[in-house]
DNA sequence: GAGCAAGTGGAGGACATATCTCCGTTTGCT
DNA sequence: AGCAAACGGAGATATGTCCTCCACTTGCTC
């Protein structure tokens, strides 16, 4: 960064904030394919407008989750602080999966190293500690069982954000019914909690099945 | 289709097999986004050669998938045949789910609408009724939790076949652990299975990451 | 209020990917 | 031998994405 960067002219400023919003609505929407030209459209301006502000669409994105990342961070260490061991397990996988259901370009970030290396990689090396204090202390108090490894989590994240992203169309909480189930799955006990959300009908099973998997093409 | 279509020519039938051996290939390990050109490469044709004796891709994806489609009623069926019900679902699931991950086209036919509507709308009627007696065998018996639907029961396929993407290439049977998770989760009692798959390493996750999320994408 | 650097829009160049066609050449069959 | 059938693969067509270029406009400074 050069010592001194003059402050953009308040037109420029006001439309890089308005690129920012934009983008930022269409990759949680859609996920981070959107072409920067789709962000300029949505922004108002033109797409030469977006890549001299942003050199290319790994800055805007850079930009864009400089901090969203670790809202995930945020969820963990607001479940760490809860007294319930289990109910800290819960409270974390139900909301960092619905955050990822919020925000497509968010789930992308997360799962894949396709971007932004650096900054993703920080952020998750400073989740897992926290992440670990959660299993561990929801396995000490006899909830969950002791065959369930840190790496498990992210992955159980996965299974449910692929039910969110196929059924979100057709029963937007779908998800939470298999979250109870895996959930149940994982605790010692083996009490059942009820369901949360009710089973699809056939309908929206096949409304969930005529838009098929990966709508990432477009 | 005509009273009297003659036989092709002995070289033509030839490469007709040599096609559809090769699109059976590339369409089950890479799913259907594999280009025709791909497929005559694979089978040592030129394109022309597999434009004349299909069409489009879509006839080409109907004539390979004829018959595979209701491998899984196969399936259906002889988990049906057997004499314990939770047996059953549990074999039911481990088998179609394991023939996803060998056969990814089949997984795309199968959670989407887009290619073959008929074909496949026609096998999932006739699965339906097979499924179902599966559910309602293990729910008789008391082993599966009453407030499971038939339409989960693709759902969770689905979350599973989501795993087994991700981490086919670090840890092919991954999947069964989380499986295993779902099926404790699903049974009534409150047993728990050992889990079947070792976790992820965190190498082995950093591997999963690093090649992301849906490869279809070439 | 003049002048100039900063900023703007959006047509379009460059490239990539996919589907499918066309036609000069080769090959099997009778 | 001769001809219809089959072949290969270059390339027409279409679509999509990234990014550049430059004639024009606008805010800021003196």
Redesign the pocket.
């Known amino acids: 960064m050069s010592l001194e960067t003059r402050p953009?002219?308040?037109?420029?400023e006001l439309?890089r904030q308005r690129i920012l919003a934009a983008a930022g609505e269409l990759f949680a929407e859609a996920g981070l394919?959107v072409?920067?030209?789709a962000v300029a459209e949505r922004a108002?301006?033109?797409?030469?407008?977006v890549?001299?502000?942003f050199p290319?669409?790994e800055a805007l994105i850079d930009a864009l989750f400089e901090d969203r990342i670790d809202a995930v961070g945020a969820i963990a260490e607001q479940a760490c602080a809860m007294d319930d061991a289990w109910a800290a397990l819960v409270f974390f996988f139900d909301r960092a999966i619905s955050l990822h259901g919020e925000d497509r370009a968010l789930k992308e970030l997360v799962f894949s190293t396709a971007h932004g290396q650096d900054r993703v990689a920080q952020a998750r090396g400073k989740l897992k500690p926290i992440v670990s204090r959660i299993v561990v202390r929801a396995q000490e108090a006899g909830e969950l069982r002791p065959d369930i490894d840190i790496t498990d989590v992210p992955l159980i994240q996965l299974m449910l954000t692929a039910v969110m992203e196929y059924t979100h169309d057709v029963s937007p909480d779908a998800w939470r019914r298999y979250l109870a189930v895996v959930l149940d799955g994982l605790r010692t006990g083996g009490a059942q909690t009820p369901l949360p959300a009710a089973a699809l009908t056939d309908e929206q099973l096949d409304g969930a099945m005529a838009r098929g998997l990966r709508p990432p093409r477009?």
Chains 1, 2 share one sequence.
């Open positions: 953009l002219r308040k037109d420029a439309n394919h072409t920067l030209d108002g301006v033109g797409v030469g407008t890549y001299r502000r290319d669409k477009r």
